[in-house]
């Protein structure tokens, strides 16, 4: 099946810093969704983007799907931005398979 | 517009017990799933419903049944509870058609069989 791999594991960074979060995966793919998972385990809707360039405030996401992965921008980061950041990708059959996560923690 | 909704938040079960957990969806989706996550990973499917009246394996079965009630709701059930199922359970739906549109997740369920 295909493979989801993000990178880095774990970030930790200051109020304010700015973060590239990276999604690759091992196939082509129908869909790409960005999640994040808050402290509380609620998974919120980032970008539903599976080609092209989307941007919502402070966030924004990359796909270059003929090259296999995805990019997650997050500017000035604030402390309500911790959390996990999910990549989950569609090959077929209409499934998701999710990577592992990238664990961001942002310190006042 | 409720979005996703499951019950219960949090159970205790042991070993051997069953329970059902139940989600519920007002967006008029069509596609239904079910996930667990387990500590430290990403979400892997159990079961999955395309449309109404139709329930397919995912990832991870084993141990589980599904059955979509109606165009709303999703059921899991676990029939004999074991230790390995503790996790939290997410429930999520969304449009399909020839692919599959945005995910949209409930709460979870935190479930712990001792």
């Known amino acids: 099946g295909i493979q989801v791999e993000q990178s880095p594991p774990d970030l930790i960074l200051q109020e304010g810093a700015n973060s590239t979060l990276r999604c690759n995966f091992s196939?082509?793919?129908?869909?790409l969704q960005w999640f994040h998972q808050n402290p509380w385990g609620q998974l919120i809707n980032l970008f539903y983007i599976p080609s092209g360039t989307k941007q919502n405030g402070r966030l924004s996401a990359t796909t270059v799907a003929t090259e296999r992965y995805s990019l997650l921008y997050i500017s000035s980061s604030q402390t309500t931005d911790s959390g996990v950041y999910f990549c989950a990708v569609e090959r077929k059959a209409q499934k998701l398979v999710f990577g592992q996560g990238t664990r961001l923690t942002i310190n006042p | 517009n409720a979005g996703v909704t499951q019950t219960p938040k949090f159970q205790v079960l042991k070993t051997g017990q069953s329970m059902t957990l139940q989600c519920a969806q007002d967006?008029?989706?069509?596609?239904m799933y079910w996930y667990r996550q387990d500590p430290g990973m990403g979400l892997r499917l159990i079961y999955y419903?395309?449309?109404?009246?139709?329930?397919d394996k995912g990832e991870v079965p084993n141990g589980y049944n599904v059955s979509r009630l109606n165009k709303r709701e999703f059921s899991l059930r676990l029939e004999s509870a074991a230790p390995s199922q503790t996790s939290v359970y997410f429930c999520?739906?969304?449009?399909?058609?020839?692919?599959?549109?945005?995910?949209?997740f409930g709460p979870g369920t935190r479930l712990t069989v001792t």
């Open positions: 196939d082509s793919v129908n869909n």
């Open positions: 967006m008029n989706h069509n596609s």
């Open positions: 999520a739906s969304s449009v399909t058609g020839t692919r599959l549109y945005e995910q949209y």
């Open positions: 419903s395309a449309s109404e009246g139709t329930t």
